[in-house]
């Protein structure tokens, strides 16, 4: 790549870039959010490099483009387009010259940028005019090869069998990448950014979900009272039932914020969560669940970050605890451990209302969270998922750290588990659930039908049964070949339930 033009913002960082971009909004790009900025979207790479299903069809972040959007997260990048801080691109050093064309060797590049080297690759439609509808063809070898570079050898099998089994060119394309090597162990990374103070007087909000866990939520909340950057206003939503409540658990003395508790009668964490929100005006919002610990600066660390990173939104550190009586001086410990590998910022590809804050321009956009998971699994994501395909820009942060203690007892979780026999769930509606469980869970279905197209859906399904098939040892196998259609039946209960869902939320 010896045809990058400099140009130097006003911050006095230099800007590589490749073709004719809008300096004037090269500059904003560059002073704000992301490390490498295109328009491809307009040039024929929307969703380009589609083979990238067989490797995930579903639950990545970053698996498809999301359409009708002026900005947003993306790592297919147009070779002939594009714009990137110097710093970065001689710290990542990967446009990889094994490919034989420059469309493999810039996705390759964007694709680990995104996945493995914590740079962030933004898609701005206005910054290169230049239109193209032209459709791009994927060499056979180079996308053999950049699986072999990316992922472990099944997936190259896999792509094999799914895409070019009775296809002459991709055995061989296959048999000639066979034996190469994994790359992405061998990647370099970002280091994260110095977090910068605090600017202007910002208000944030904290929500808290609770059910039969009041002196879990009440410890949580005397963390809360010792932040040295408190939250303005902290709101439970508690679903204890009447005859298992404390009425003192919130009694707590002098603190420096306002504190609402609101007790549920309604059933689900995303119901409470968005009955907490109507409560809230603030200018960040921080999810925590009922039965986390926190260090003293843990809300700091969540808005410095935000506000050095211009993100719309962050994942904090999710530790899990070995037993629920830790404390945070085992925190120490287990980050400790991890101290060589923590220090990781980038795109976050999950979601987790255990630890995350979003700014006020989400939750204008987002409203609330999804009551149809509520029951199920599946509304982090969902959330995650919304606030990409809304064009905002959710990153991980490594900074704020919580001790996630998990108790054996309570949570939105215990509500269907108190009974002897099994209670129904949200999801059933009017349908109850009869000899056959659905499976996977329909929440996890509905998420499927909601996000992902009927290709994507297709590629869900084969694996899913797949996997189901492959695993465990001979005998079980076996015995799983002759329950195969009642699997199949379960499956599609599950779709069953979470087309019902669909509707309902249509």
Not at 197 to 223: E, H
Not at 331 to 340: G, M, Y
């Amino acid at each position: 790549m010896q045809d990058f033009k400099t140009y130097i913002n006003s911050k006095g960082e230099e800007i590589l870039f490749i073709g004719n971009p809008d300096l004037q909004i090269l500059e904003n790009l560059s002073i704000g959010v992301g490390d490498i900025w295109h328009s491809s979207f307009n040039q024929g790479y929307f969703n380009f490099f589609e083979e990238i299903i067989y490797f995930t069809a579903t639950f990545n972040f970053c698996s498809h483009d999301f359409p009708n959007l002026k900005k947003c997260v993306s790592w297919r990048i147009n070779p002939e387009a594009f714009a990137v801080r110097k710093s970065v691109w001689e710290k990542l050093d990967n446009w990889d010259q094994d490919f034989k064309t420059n469309d493999i060797r810039a996705v390759h590049f964007g694709f680990n940028a995104i996945q493995n080297q914590s740079a962030v690759p933004v898609f701005d439609k206005s910054l290169y005019n230049e239109e193209s509808k032209l459709l791009r063809k994927i060499n056979v070898f180079d996308l053999f090869l950049f699986y072999r570079k990316n992922f472990k050898k099944r997936h190259s099998v896999y792509l094999l069998i799914r895409k070019g089994l009775f296809k002459m060119s991709y055995w061989n394309a296959f048999l000639k990448t066979n034996k190469v090597n994994q790359i992405t162990n061998r990647l370099s990374t970002l280091k994260v950014k110095e977090l910068e103070p605090i600017q202007g007087n910002k208000t944030v909000g904290y929500v808290i979900p609770t059910m039969l866990r009041q002196a879990f939520t009440r410890d949580l909340i005397i963390c809360l009272k010792n932040q040295s950057f408190p939250p303005t206003k902290v709101v439970v939503v508690d679903a204890t039932p009447l005859e298992s409540r404390q009425d003192d658990a919130y009694k707590i003395a002098d603190l420096p914020f306002e504190l609402v508790v609101k007790f549920q009668t309604t059933k689900g964490s995303c119901r409470a969560r968005n009955e907490a929100l109507e409560l809230l005006d603030t200018d960040y919002v921080i999810f925590g669940d009922d039965d986390i610990c926190i260090p003293n600066d843990f809300v700091e660390k969540h808005i410095r970050f935000l506000q050095t990173y211009n993100a719309d939104a962050c994942n904090g550190l999710d530790i899990r605890a070995d037993h629920e009586k830790q404390t945070l001086s085992d925190l120490w410990v287990k980050l400790d451990a991890i101290e060589h590998s923590r220090w990781k910022s980038g795109v976050s590809f999950n979601y987790s209302n255990a630890n995350s804050c979003v700014t006020k321009e989400v939750l204008d956009i987002l409203k609330e969270n999804d009551v149809n998971f509520d029951g199920g699994y599946g509304e982090d994501s969902d959330f995650g998922l919304r606030i990409l395909k809304n064009g905002f820009v959710l990153l991980h942060n490594p900074f704020s750290a919580n001790l996630h203690l998990k108790p054996a007892q309570g949570g939105y979780r215990f509500w269907g588990n108190q009974a002897k026999k099994r209670k129904a769930m949200p999801w059933e509606g009017n349908f109850p659930v009869k000899n056959i469980i659905p499976v996977p869970s329909p929440t996890i279905s509905y998420f499927n039908l909601k996000h992902y197209d009927k290709k994507t859906l297709k590629e869900y399904k084969i694996k899913h049964f797949l996997l189901y098939l492959s695993s465990g040892n001979l005998s079980n196998k076996f015995f799983k070949i002759i329950t195969l259609p009642r699997k199949l039946l379960q499956y599609n209960k599950s779709l069953f339930y979470a087309k019902k869902l669909l509707e309902r939320n249509k």
